[in-house]
């Protein structure tokens, strides 16, 4: 799933790093982007979300005061379709 937003980002337990967080996105089929995810959350912890990162690219934006990049992670639970 390629994660274009994350909804609720204020939900995260900032005391246990727990996490249900709405998504948008497009599922990703044969290397190439597909049709766009509804519906969908992704849960976990935040300790574990950041170990599992594997890639982080150089694509790093500005979105308002804010500033991301990119990331390849591994082992996220997701429901939803």
């Given at each position: ?9 204020h939900t995260i337990n900032p005391v246990s790093g727990e996490f249900s ?61």
């Amino acid at each position: 799933i390629y994660v274009t937003e994350l909804l609720g980002l204020h939900t995260i337990n900032p005391v246990s790093g727990e996490f249900s967080i709405g998504i948008k996105g497009a599922r990703i089929s044969g290397g190439a982007t597909g049709g766009a995810v509804s519906g969908m959350t992704i849960a976990g912890n935040m300790k574990d979300f950041m170990m599992n990162i594997d890639l982080i690219g150089n694509d790093f934006k500005y979105y308002g005061s804010t500033g991301a990049c990119s990331l390849v992670v591994r082992d996220v639970a997701a429901a939803g379709s």
